[in-house]
């Protein structure tokens, strides 16, 4: 079959698959029913490709008006997605995305291989930290310590110290942990197998991926269970052995790709025993970020209907758009006071360009918007979706963790010369830049946390969930607006580079 198969893009008039009408009529579409000005003003946008950053702030703006606003341009916007995204299987006629997942699949049924760990299974939270593992109170004094600095939120503080407090927690035998994306530096699956639970891992059928997996799973002391086409010929024990010769054969053969095959990942997943935790891990270059994670949403919603109990995991970017208490707003605002003359200098020197105050004073909420435009508007969607349905989910009583997470050096924001030459500077303005190793154990906390507490604490609005917990590096509290030292940030970053 000529041109892309699996979730695509809708087609236009011109038999184009635009991803730039596609953003700007979802965006429209959301704001519509709360803010017909801001959708027609997204339906008129003119330069998607850089105009999109107002937009999407126009999106938080629009929901604090209430409660029931928010979760309107959250279903509206997921409604828009669902309506327009197409399916297109290999050797078949294009459908509706809602109607993915029930196709029939030409490909064999997928079966499952369980790897089991022979590594020791740890009962108390650690993190590690800057060549150390934190434990105990030295976890707690880093956590004090990251609190005064304001690179995380209070209530994420107080959540971890809620897990220290708890150790049985951290066994999460009585779940199945889906990660989608599961090769993310991100995700939660180190963490879950130190701790002895069952992960359900989904990834891309690339043997690479699937052999760094089953090193991490020999390593601990928990289950993996994979993905494999039929006639994979690795039996169990001889995995839970580590032997060379399975481990290949078994990597060769695991995989499930969400993207191309979305009926026969359904399936399989549908047929696992026990309660499911599905979190959304999934990350792509560009456009393809789109379309992967509209695929993981139509699963989602699959899994939802046939499996309500099933509880929905996310983790957020720091660099979006989010409403923020004020505590943070009078945090940044000391930051700001305390530095007059340099500020007043450089805002001088760059003709007002450099260095906007972050808030407005006594801003409450406040609008944190770390949007960074090198992301672009493919990436501020696929992030925005999982926002979304984050919101929907919860609302309807689903178990939800959603959590922002601070700034980290992975591999694929290193990519990027830029991004990379900001993180690089960002501790100049009181912004910390971590290591992979660090946000994906401290994330994997606060999802335990989140699963043995129903969601954690209630909340009035969806910006407060949102709020609750985040690890936002210190973008929430500096006395900058984000965008304003960006450019800085990188020149600083590229002079430390080349020292």
């Not at 930290?129 to 105990?136: A, E, I, M, P, T």
């Not at 991100?186 to 043997?207: C, H, I, K, Q």
Request: include cysteine; glycine fraction near 10%; hydrophobic fraction near 45%.
């Amino acid at each position: 079959m000529d041109g892309p198969t699996g979730v695509v893009f809708p087609a236009t008039g011109d038999g184009r698959r635009s991803t730039t009408a596609l953003g700007r009529a979802v965006v429209a579409d959301a704001l519509r029913a709360v803010d017909p000005v801001g959708a027609r003003s997204a339906e008129h946008e003119t330069d998607w490709r850089h105009g999109y950053l107002g937009h999407f702030r126009r999106l938080v703006e629009a929901g604090l008006l209430s409660r029931e606003a928010a979760l309107t341009v959250a279903r509206d916007g997921l409604a828009a997605l669902h309506t327009r995204m197409r399916y297109v299987p290999a050797d078949g006629a294009e459908v509706a995305l809602d109607e993915a997942c029930a196709l029939p699949d030409p490909e064999p049924p997928l079966e499952t291989a369980t790897v089991t760990g022979a590594g020791p299974v740890e009962r108390e939270l650690s993190v590690p930290y800057r060549g150390q593992r934190l434990r105990g109170d030295d976890l707690r004094r880093r956590l004090d310590a990251w609190v005064d600095a304001g690179v995380i939120e209070p209530s994420c503080a107080e959540a971890v110290r809620a897990v220290q407090a708890e150790p049985d927690w951290l066994d999460l035998r009585d779940l199945r942990m889906v990660v989608l994306g599961a090769g993310a530096e991100m995700g939660p699956l180190p963490s879950v197998l130190r701790w002895g639970g069952d992960v359900v891992a989904v990834d891309l059928p690339r043997p690479e991926i699937w052999r760094r997996l089953l090193r991490t799973a020999q390593r601990h002391g928990g289950r993996l269970h994979v993905p494999v086409r039929p006639g994979t010929g690795a039996d169990d024990a001889a995995l839970a052995a580590g032997a060379g010769a399975d481990d290949a054969a078994l990597a060769a053969g695991a995989g499930a790709d969400l993207l191309h095959r979305l009926p026969q990942a359904a399936r399989w997943l549908d047929g696992l025993d026990g309660r499911l935790v599905l979190g959304n891990y999934v990350y792509a270059d560009g456009a393809t970020n789109v379309r992967v994670a509209t695929a993981v949403d139509a699963l989602t919603v699959h899994l939802g209907r046939r499996r309500p109990d099933t509880a929905l995991a996310f983790l957020a970017t720091p660099t979006d758009v989010y409403a923020v208490p004020a505590e943070a707003v009078a945090h940044a605002e000391r930051g700001y006071a305390a530095r007059g003359l340099a500020r007043r200098s450089l805002r001088l020197l760059s003709g007002g360009r450099l260095l906007h105050r972050n808030y407005p004073p006594g801003a409450d909420p406040g609008i944190n918007d770390s949007l960074v435009p090198q992301q672009g508007p493919n990436y501020a969607l696929a992030k925005r979706l999982q926002r979304w349905r984050a919101a929907v989910a919860r609302d309807a009583g689903t178990t939800v963790s959603f959590t922002v997470a601070p700034p980290t050096r992975t591999r694929s924001v290193l990519r990027n010369r830029a991004l990379a030459a900001a993180y690089a500077g960002a501790h100049r303005f009181g912004i910390e830049v971590f290591e992979p190793a660090t946000s994906n154990t401290l994330m994997a906390a606060l999802l335990v946390h989140d699963l043995r507490t129903g969601g954690g604490p209630a909340q009035d609005h969806p910006w407060r969930d949102e709020a609750y917990a985040a690890a936002h590096g210190g973008l929430w509290r500096v006395p900058y607006a984000p965008r304003s030292a960006l450019g800085l940030a990188v020149l600083l970053g590229l002079g430390g580079a080349r020292a």
